[in-house]
């Protein structure tokens, strides 16, 4: 069985995120990581995998990403958690481009790879709009199985649990499919020593836009339908405001503060 | 009312500091130079940095969350099982699982043959965010090292090898309630079999993770004494003594005759269990009788020569759990500082707003001194770790051994410089958040309390400096000492070499300082009296540590020179703090010593 997992290179959220002069994020400047988001894909893809075992025939994993040349980083980190080999999508013409963009690329280099099965985060940790993975199963054509909590595989039956505001729903595809899973579907395991030590022998392809077919002009900031007009930093953090409670007359303290903010 | 805190220019992380890892590692120990020698051939920067931001992950995810709670949960006896948080558990599993208790050992036993100091570095992550945790793990190294090096193919395979899967865990038993300091009259007994294993009986004190039920089972080391074995240290042997006695399968048999008579409550460090375990009082009988089963590791009467063998990486290990406490109480108070609004600048009124803690230059003060304290001490155990990974990885064999005498006079320092110092940085710590510092809402106080340990085990302070004065420095006709200044004098050359004027007043002084050295190291030779030269052996260290300090910090200085920006800047602030501040400390020691002053020794303890 094969298995392409779609990550993301994000910025490091616990440092300062930048933009550009044109309001794209930028990704060179900072330290960038495979998307939290994402590392929940990944180890949903290595426990279908582990549970396939021998059975499945030979498994593969291949981890696909998108992105700047620091983004092979991502690559390697899910390859340590236990992937098998990666796939590199880059090209400068691909900076700025939107969802639609984004899935166009992504799908072209799915077609290119053997895949029964198409695994995503639910959305990416910087854009954080979610929508890839159901652009992505549109664009190839493939039943999409999407914010999937906990995953079952049996034989050719995708079965997923999605977990509602309202109501729990059980989705079924079958295989070929995409699938994207959210952060409820199992904390993902940490790389190893040994993980770390294999990953540097394992594949990693880079191709271009060109390797797949797709022209420039479909992508990028100026073939994407949407843009970001403007941004603003976060206000500074302040510094909250603290109920004491001396003498019996915090609660109605606290009820004033939410009361007065219309939390109540 | 709510105040605006100054927005804060990095966010980093409070446990340690990424960047000055990298610096010390990369920028000034040259460890790139390390991946081109064969027994580190398999490593290169990527994987390093792998490894460190898997040590810090786990660090901050696993180890971190659990700190105060397993401080206020001490561990629990009930007479027969001592019970831990789960998440000591939790966190040594995720410890084991990603390989860290084999990484640094020699591939013939699994490991991974990771350099020494990449190891350091990692595990100052995991002190930093839970010593206590930490020292299960710890431990269990150590015992494994031991092994794996002194122990039989059966012993590796029977018992290293699950102490680095994280299965067993691991003990070393060599205090007794009357012998701690003092190793050479400890009376545990091992009475030899007639099938070649030994019968244990006796008392140890103070053994930390003596038992709980982590893992399948538990591998004391035990230092004991064999009937008819000559008195003092020369008669001590080494015994491993399982709690569980381990099948020739692997599989887990008999209990063996150790249990608890209790456990000791500390100040601080409470996440180790620190227990009273006795050996052979017959509480099980493994067998059909009493005695705990004990097999000899390395020869009789050779036990304690065994342990010491490990003792340098041990010593440096202990420094390096102090040094981390110091510096992740610096992180925590730093930030404080930068938040915490309180007061104004000396002629500024009222109708101002307060600035932030960091904005007052007594608060500067305390903070510098921690940065200096913390980080040359970081300096100081990466730098011993290096001469570990140099004595065993260096092409040269009289180069390979060079690195070992020089450890082996800078592992007393090691150990005992960042115990006493990053405690003081810690005792600061508490002071820069002032009430805040002494209530439990805040960690500096635990850590101050977790960090009072590590001038106590492993060899006190005052055992170090018998160690430093009385036997490395005067080792060898003082070869260690005199390779150490060797590399301080040629450190101040290169500084000098610069044609920076503050450069070359610090050489000019730490040059000063290693002549004043040489001569009193000199003078105390020259004595006679081996009570009177150690009278004041605590003196010597502590000057001697200032002294390697500041010549690290040189060191730093000239490996941040010609860069810019403010981590350089303040690699080059500290560097000026230690030399203004600290290094002038060493004078008065050692005219102290110089003067053969007679004060304590001539004291009648009548007198007290
Ligand atoms: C929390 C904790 C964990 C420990 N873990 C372990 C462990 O896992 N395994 C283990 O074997 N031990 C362990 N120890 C024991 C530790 O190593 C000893 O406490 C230490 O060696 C000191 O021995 P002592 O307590 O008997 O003090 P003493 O030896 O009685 O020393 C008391 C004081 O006298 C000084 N002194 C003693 N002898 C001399 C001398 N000849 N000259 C000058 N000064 C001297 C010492 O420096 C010290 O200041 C632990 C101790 C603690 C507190």
């Not at chain 1, 098998?84 to 400068?92: I, L, S």
């Not at chain 2, 640094?104 to 595990?123: E, K, N, R, Y």
């Not at chain 2, 992740?328 to 915490?340: H, I, N, V």
């Not at chain 2, 055992?463 to 009385?470: F, P, Y």
Request: charged share 25%; proline share 4%.
């Amino acid at each position: 069985m094969n298995i392409v997992v779609c990550v993301k290179y994000v910025p490091d959220a616990t440092g300062d995120r930048k933009f550009e002069s044109d309001n794209t994020v930028d990704r060179e400047g900072v330290d960038g990581l495979l998307s939290e988001l994402d590392e929940y894909a990944v180890e949903q893809s290595l426990q279908l995998k582990e549970k396939l075992g021998s059975d499945g025939g030979d498994s593969e994993v291949t981890v696909l990403t998108i992105g700047p040349a620091g983004a092979v980083d991502a690559i390697r980190k899910a390859l340590q958690m236990g992937a098998d080999k990666g796939v590199h999508v880059q090209d400068d013409a691909i900076a700025g481009s939107d969802a639609f963009a984004t899935s166009l690329v992504l799908a072209e280099a799915v077609k290119k790879l053997p895949h029964d099965l198409v695994v995503c985060g639910m959305a990416s940790t910087d854009g954080g709009m979610g929508v890839v993975p159901a652009m992505l199963s549109e664009r190839l054509g493939l039943p999409g199985a999407t914010l999937g909590s906990s995953i079952e595989l049996d034989g050719q039956t995708l079965k997923i649990r999605r977990d509602g505001d309202t109501a729990t729903v059980t989705v079924e595809a079958t295989l070929p499919a995409v699938l994207s899973v959210t952060d409820q579907s199992g904390e993902a395991r940490y790389p190893s020593f040994k993980g770390i030590m294999a990953a540097k022998k394992k594949p990693v392809e880079t191709w271009s836009l060109a390797d797949l077919g797709v022209d420039a002009g479909q992508v990028g900031l100026e073939a994407s339908y949407t843009a970001v007009e403007e941004t603003q930093a976060r206000p500074p953090r302040t510094a909250g405001e603290i109920v004491k409670d001396e003498d019996g007359s915090g609660a109605k303290a606290l009820v004033d503060f939410l009361v007065s903010k219309k939390f109540v | 009312m709510s105040t605006t805190a100054p927005a804060r220019t990095v966010n980093q992380s409070q446990i340690m500091s990424r960047r000055d890892l990298d610096f010390l590692l990369f920028e000034w120990l040259g460890t790139e130079e390390l991946f081109g020698r064969p027994r580190f051939a398999d490593h290169d920067r990527s994987t390093v940095e792998s490894v460190l931001e898997l040590a810090e992950s786990i660090a901050t995810t696993r180890f971190a969350p659990h700190n105060r709670a397993a401080d206020l949960a001490e561990p629990r006896f009930d007479g027969t099982r001592v019970e831990l948080l789960p998440e000591v558990g939790d966190a040594l599993r995720a410890f084991a699982e990603a390989g860290f208790p084999a990484a640094p050992l020699d591939q013939g036993v699994g490991g991974l043959q990771l350099p020494s100091s990449v190891f350091g570095a990692c595990m100052a992550w995991f002190h930093a965010a839970n010593t206590g945790t930490t020292g299960y793990a710890l431990l269990t190294a150590a015992n494994a090292n031991l092994l794996s090096v002194h122990g039989t193919p059966d012993q590796v395979d029977r018992y290293v090898r699950p102490m680095l899967e994280g299965r067993f865990f691991g003990t070393m038993a060599l205090s007794e309630p009357h012998a701690g300091s003092n190793l050479a009259d400890l009376t545990t007994r091992a009475e030899p079999q007639d099938d070649g294993t030994y019968r244990l009986f006796g008392r140890k004190m103070w053994i930390s993770a003596g038992d709980h039920e982590l893992g399948e089972n538990i591998v004391h080391l035990v230092l004991a004494r064999t009937p008819g074995a000559p008195a003092g240290t020369r008669g001590v042997s080494l015994f491993l003594v399982p709690k569980h006695l381990v099948e020739p399968d692997g599989s887990i048999g008999e209990r063996n005759d150790v249990v608890l008579a209790g456990i000791n409550h500390k100040m601080g460090f409470r996440g180790t269990v620190n227990t009273a375990p006795v050996f052979g009082d017959g509480a099980f009988t493994p067998g059909g009788r009493p005695g705990a089963v004990g097999y000899l590791v390395g020869e009789e009467n050779r036990g304690l020569r065994v342990m010491f063998t490990m003792m340098n990486e041990a010593r440096i290990g202990v420094g390096l759990c102090a040094t981390a406490l110091g510096y992740t109480g610096y992180l925590k108070s730093l930030a404080y500082a930068r938040e915490r609004l309180q007061g104004r600048p000396a002629g500024v009124g009222p109708e101002e707003p307060q600035v932030p803690l960091v904005e007052h230059a007594d608060v500067r003060r305390m903070l510098l001194a921690q940065k200096s304290y913390a980080e040359g001490a970081l300096a100081l155990n990466l730098y011993c770790s290096r001469l570990v990974d140099d004595a065993a990885s260096l092409d040269d064999e009289g180069a390979r051994r060079e690195a070992g005498t020089l450890l082996g006079v800078l592992t007393p320092i090691a150990k005992s410089w960042p115990s006493q110092w990053c405690l003081a940085a810690n005792d600061l710590a508490i002071q820069v958040l002032g009430g805040a510092g002494y209530t439990r809402d805040f960690d500096v106080e635990q850590h101050y309390r977790d960090n009072r340990l590590n001038a106590i085990h492993e060899g006190t302070h005052g055992i170090q400096a018998q160690d430093l004065l009385g036997r490395k420095v005067m080792l060898d006709g003082g070869a260690g000492l005199g390779l150490l200044l060797d590399r301080v004098r040629a450190t101040a050359q290169r500084a000098s070499a610069t044609q920076d004027d503050e450069a070359a007043a610090h050489a000019a002084a730490l040059l000063a300082a290693a002549d004043r050295l040489v001569e009193v190291t000199g003078a105390l030779g020259a004595l006679g009296d081996p009570r009177l030269v150690l009278a004041d052996a605590t003196a010597y260290l502590e000057a001697a540590g200032h002294l390697v300090v500041a010549w690290l910090w040189l060191e730093q200085w000239l490996a941040a020179h010609g860069k810019e920006g403010a981590f350089y800047d303040g690699k080059r602030a500290a560097t000026r703090y230690f030399f203004a501040r600290e290094l002038p400390k060493v004078g008065p020691m050692l005219d102290l010593l110089a003067s053969g002053d007679r004060t304590t020794l001539d004291l009648d303890p009548a007198w007290l």
